[in-house]
């Protein structure tokens, strides 16, 4: 098993650009989610999905727009970067709790 | 609401002295509480976990004792080595097998040779 994996690793962005966070796990969990990282604020809850077709948001969802279209897949999208979105973003997956995460992406917007 | 707080870091030990990272969270009902370690450059791993009061977690050294009356879940390690130079987040879960984690701010620990 590949468990979470994460792609990019890194990007740069300008202000106003979009782009996708691409987020797979093939560990057949139903639930998923995706958390930033800011230096002295530990892990902040973005979306999350409970299984396909499904999606709430977490304690930061603005700026930031998800889909569940297949048990695997749960991308990030940015639709127009800010540089208040420059963090290191953590995908996860759960199985009766306990969460295993993927490796991150760092993002710099400009 | 839920909170997790962590004392504050970074925290500087020589190796194999004693670690104790400080937890204490407020939640209503009964939470579970987990400690994530982060290395540098890496992903979140779980550490440890404990699921009802009086529970002890332990892995790798680490121990975390559920502490109900004292809302606390500290974490402990009584011989650091170089290799536990990391980040350690405490986090609980309110949400059954949601999974959905509320994380403290994260506590830096350098352990010099």
């Known amino acids: 098993n590949a468990g979470v994996t994460q792609t990019p690793k890194f990007q740069v962005l300008k202000t106003g650009q979009s782009m996708t966070l691409q987020c797979a796990q093939d560990?057949?969990?139903?639930?998923m989610s995706w958390y930033r990282q800011d230096p002295g604020m530990g892990l902040r809850l973005i979306h999350y999905s409970v299984g396909a077709g499904i999606t709430d948001q977490g304690e930061v969802p603005n700026g930031y727009n998800v889909s569940r279209s297949t048990t695997e897949d749960f991308p990030l999208r940015l639709l127009s970067a800010a540089p208040s979105q420059t963090s290191v973003y953590f995908c996860?997956?759960?199985?009766?709790?306990?969460?295993?995460f993927g490796p991150g992406t760092r993002l710099t917007v400009l | 609401g839920n909170s997790v707080t962590q004392m504050e870091g970074p925290v500087t030990l020589s190796e194999e002295a004693f670690l104790t990272i400080n937890c204490t969270y407020t939640a209503t009902g009964y939470p579970s509480l987990f400690w994530y370690v982060q290395y540098p450059g890496e992903g979140l791993q779980l550490l440890l976990k404990?699921?009802?009061?009086?529970d002890k977690g332990s892995n790798k050294g680490f121990e975390a004792t559920y502490r109900k009356e004292t809302t606390s879940f500290h974490l402990e390690k009584g011989s650091v080595q170089v290799s536990d130079s990391a980040v350690y987040f405490c986090?609980?879960?309110?949400?059954?097998?949601?999974?959905?984690?509320?994380f403290g701010q994260g506590t830096t620990l350098q352990v010099k040779p």
């Open positions: 986090a609980l879960r309110q949400d059954g097998n949601t999974g959905k984690l509320i």
């Open positions: 996860a997956s759960s199985y009766w709790g306990e969460q295993f």
């Open positions: 560990m057949n969990h139903e639930y």
């Open positions: 404990a699921t009802k009061a009086d």
